[in-house]
C-alpha cells in the first residue's frame, strides 16, 4: 500500500514518490547557534522540475556553510531566495550528499531511475547565456551552492537536483562515506590543480591552513601525490599527528603565535614591529618544518582575516595565495606592496567542476584519496555535528549523516 510518509530507512515502492518527508530545517526564526537553528520536520518533497532529478538521499555530508546558514549570516539564504520568488519559508540545506535517483524530470539526460550517485553541489543553468559564451559554469550568474543557496538538499529524505550534479557512486564505497567528503575533496583538488601556472609541481612548499579540516586533509593527501611538500598548520599536538600520517612533511602549531587578525596600522610602530616579528617567526618555523629555506608557492587559504596577511607575506614570489573561505572573517588585510613588487597572486576559488568532482570520486573510488570521513552520526545528530564545527571541536576529516541507509552500508534494496 502506498504511504504519504515513510519513516527514515523505510523503502517506498519502486517508482512511488510520497507526498511527504522527514527533514532537517532552518526558519529564519531560529536562526542562531546551530544546536537550535536546526530543527527535525515532517515537509512536503519537493516537485520535479525540468532537468531535475528526485533523490533518496542515503546520506548527507555536513559541511561549513550550513553553519553559515543555521546563523542568517553574512547570508539569510531564506530570504534570499523569497526574494528571487520561492514559496518555501524553511531551509533544507546538505550540500553533499549520496543517494538512489528516484524520478527523473522532462529532458533529463545521463541518469536514470535506480541509479547510485554521488551528488555536487554545483548547480546552474545550462542554457544561461553567459554559460553559452563560454563562462566557467561556477561563476555563472546562475551558479548557485545546491543545498545552501539552493534549497531542498540533502538533510532532506528526497534531494532535488540537476541531472549533471550525480555521478556515479564507486560501488564498493559505503552511502556514508560515499556523501560525506565531495565537497571538501573536489574544492581543494581546485585549489591546487585548477589554476594555471600555479599549480603544485614536485618538489613544491605548500602551506595549508586547517590541515586536519575537511578541506586540509584532502588538500595534504593531493600536494603529496604529485611530489609537493606540504606544511601543515593545526592548533593541536594531536591534529599535527594526523596531518602527517596524511602526508604533510611538516606541522605548525598556530597556537604557538599570537599574530594573528587585522595588522596594525604601519603609524603605530610598536604594534607594527610585534606583527612584523610575529609573521617572521612564523616563517622562520615553516622553514624548519620544510627543512630549507624556500617560501610557500602556494598557500592553501579558507581561513581568512586571521591569517591571510601571514599567508600574503609568506607566499613565494610569483606563487599564488588560493582561497575559497573565511572561516575567521572575510574583512582581510592585504598589503599591496608584497602583492605586486612580488608578483604575488591571490587567486579566489569556489567549489569545482564537473570534470574536477569526477577525479576526485575517482581517486577515492580507486583507493588513492582517503576520504577522511572519519564521524558518521544519525539524522537526528545533524544540528549538534554543525555545532561542533561552529566551535572548531569536529573530528579531523569530514562527517557525514546517516538519512535512510545504515551506517557502513554499500548497496541499496533487499
Ligand atoms: P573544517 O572545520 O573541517 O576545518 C577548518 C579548519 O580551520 C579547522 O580544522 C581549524 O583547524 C582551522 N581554523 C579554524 N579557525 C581558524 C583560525 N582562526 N585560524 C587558523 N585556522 C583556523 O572546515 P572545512 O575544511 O570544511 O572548511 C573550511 C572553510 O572553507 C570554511 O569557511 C568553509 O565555509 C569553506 N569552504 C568553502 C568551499 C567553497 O566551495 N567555496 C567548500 C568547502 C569549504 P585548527 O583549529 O586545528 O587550526
Request: hydrophobic share 40%; proline share 6%.
Amino acid at each position: 500500500m502506498h504511504k504519504d510518509l515513510y519513516d527514515l530507512g523505510e523503502t517506498p515502492p519502486r517508482g512511488h514518490v510520497p507526498a511527504r518527508m522527514h527533514a532537517f530545517t532552518l526558519r529564519r526564526e531560529r536562526y542562531g547557534e546551530p544546536r537550535d537553528a536546526f530543527a527535525h520536520e515532517v515537509v512536503p518533497v519537493p516537485g520535479l522540475r525540468p532537468g531535475h532529478v528526485l533523490v533518496y538521499t542515503m546520506a548527507a555530508g555536513i559541511n561549513y556553510n550550513n553553519v553559515w546558514a543555521a546563523m542568517g549570516h553574512p547570508v539569510d539564504v531564506i530570504a534570499m531566495r523569497e526574494k528571487a520568488g520561492a514559496a518555501e519559508d524553511y531551509h533544507i540545506g546538505g550540500s553533499d550528499g549520496s543517494g538512489v535517483v528516484w524520478a527523473v524530470g522532462e529532458g533529463v539526460r545521463g541518469v536514470e531511475v535506480g541509479d547510485h550517485v554521488i551528488i555536487s553541489p554545483g548547480q546552474w543553468d545550462e542554457s544561461d547565456e553567459d554559460i553559452r559564451l563560454g563562462r566557467d559554469p561556477i561563476a555563472s550568474r546562475s551558479m548557485r551552492v545546491w543545498g545552501y543557496e539552493s534549497n531542498f538538499g540533502s538533510f532532506g529524505q528526497f534531494a532535488l537536483v540537476r541531472d549533471f550534479q550525480c555521478h556515479p557512486k564507486p560501488e564498493n564505497l559505503p552511502w556514508d562515506v560515499a556523501g560525506g567528503f565531495l565537497v571538501s575533496a573536489a574544492t581543494s583538488y581546485r585549489q591546487l590543480f585548477g589554476w594555471e601556472p600555479n599549480v603544485v609541481r614536485p618538489g613544491d612548499p605548500v602551506l595549508v591552513w586547517g590541515g586536519a579540516g575537511g578541506l586540509g586533509t584532502s588538500a595534504i593527501q593531493l600536494a603529496r601525490q604529485v611530489g609537493g611538500r606540504p606544511v601543515a598548520v593545526v592548533s593541536t599536538e594531536a591534529k599535527a599527528r594526523t596531518c602527517r600520517e596524511l602526508g604533510a612533511v611538516g606541522t605548525i602549531l598556530r597556537t604557538d603565535f599570537d599574530h594573528w587578525g587585522r595588522v596594525p596600522d604601519e603609524q603605530d610602530t610598536q604594534a607594527y614591529a610585534a606583527w612584523t616579528r610575529g609573521v617572521r617567526a612564523f616563517g622562520k618555523r615553516f622553514w624548519e618544518e620544510l627543512g630549507e629555506r624556500r617560501a610557500p608557492r602556494i598557500v592553501f587559504e579558507h581561513t581568512g582575516a586571521d591569517t591571510l596577511p601571514t599567508s600574503l607575506y609568506l607566499c613565494d614570489s610569483a606563487g599564488m595565495v588560493v582561497i575559497c573561505g573565511a572561516t575567521s572573517g572575510f574583512q582581510a588585510d592585504v598589503d599591496l606592496r608584497f602583492l605586486w613588487m612580488r608578483l604575488k597572486r591571490l587567486q579566489g576559488s569556489h567549489f569545482a567542476s564537473p570534470a574536477q568532482c569526477r577525479r576526485v570520486i575517482d581517486l577515492v573510488g580507486g583507493g588513492l584519496l582517503d576520504p577522511c570521513v572519519t564521524r558518521i552520526v544519525e539524522f537526528d545528530e545533524i544540528g549538534e555535528a554543525h555545532q561542533m564545527i561552529r566551535d572548531n571541536a569536529q573530528p579531523p576529516g569530514n562527517m557525514s549523516a546517516l538519512v535512510n541507509a545504515r551506517a557502513g552500508q554499500t548497496g541499496f534494496g533487499p
